[in-house]
Antibody, heavy 124, light 108 residues
Framework: QVRLVESGGGVVQPGRSLRLSCAAS????????MHWVRQAPGKGLEWVAV????????YYADSVEGRFTISRDNSKNTLYLQMSSLRTEDTAVFYC?????????????????WGQGALVTVSS | SYELTQPPSVSVSPGQTARITCSGD??????AYWYQQKSGQAPVLVIY???KRPSGTPERFSGSSSGTMATLTISGAQVEDEADYYC???????????FGGGTKVTVL
């Protein structure tokens, strides 16, 4: 069965960096686009970033563009999110999610499997 | 940027019908998807492509779409259906990934 396990969350000071990882299993990771979605405490879901199956295409939410970088290592079945210049408003649970489509990011595709999330707290 | 609008909350008695709406300008041409999120858990897909139920979604959950509004209906709501529900869709160009603000469903 599909399994997505996030790691790397924790407490970080404003302005610092943090990298999240998402280990995937139970499907052919290299065939699918992958996303990060976040949820601030008590708030709704916010899409963050997506990467194509081969890493050639990346898209970001305006709120993180230029500060976050999504990447993947298909040899390790792992998705990453490098977060820099972190702000207090970045405090959230970060979920990795599998895309339902053909490997290229399309807004019309959806998230068919989710991990359990990793909590990132940005605080001094 | 594109927005999807949901009511913040819906309350229903057990066994009654709950309806959650999601409005967006691109709804006439784009599919809506619905996620259920129980407290402390990851979201789970309950309806895809406006009306389809993934395996595992109870039959009391149904979806519809008309014009600029999609609707998730829970017929005969159960206490275990208490959760936050999020619609998801994209803009007319298909270049955005957008969630509605979420609707808290209370069954009591």
């Amino acid at each position: 069965q599909v399994r997505l396990v996030e790691s790397g969350g924790g407490v970080v000071q404003p302005g610092r960096s943090l990298r999240l990882s998402c280990a995937a299993s139970g499907f052919t990771f290299s065939n699918y686009a992958m996303h990060w979605v976040r949820q601030a405490p008590g708030k709704g879901l916010e899409w963050v970033a997506v990467i194509s199956y081969n890493g050639s295409d990346e898209y970001y939410a305006d709120s993180v563009e230029g500060r976050f970088t999504i990447s993947r290592d298909n040899s390790k079945n792992t998705l990453y999110l490098q977060m820099s210049s972190l702000r207090t408003e970045d405090t959230a649970v970060f979920y990795c999610a599998k895309d339902s489509g053909d490997g290229y990011p399309h807004g019309g595709d959806y998230f068919d499997f989710w991990g359990q999330g990793a909590l990132v707290t940005v605080s001094s | 940027s594109y927005e999807l609008t949901q009511p913040p909350s819906v309350s229903v008695s057990p066994g009654q019908t709950a309806r959650i709406t999601c409005s967006g300008d691109a709804m006439p041409e784009k599919y809506a998807y619905w996620y259920q999120q129980k407290s402390g858990q990851a979201p789970v897909l309950v309806i895809y492509e406006d009306t389809k139920r993934p395996s595992g979604t109870p039959e009391r959950f149904s979806g519809s779409s008309s014009g600029t509004m999609a609707t998730l209906t829970i017929s005969g709501a159960q206490v275990e259906d208490e959760a936050d529900y999020y619609c998801y869709s994209t803009d007319s160009s298909g270049n955005d990934w957008v969630f509605g603000g979420g609707t808290k469903v209370t069954v009591l």
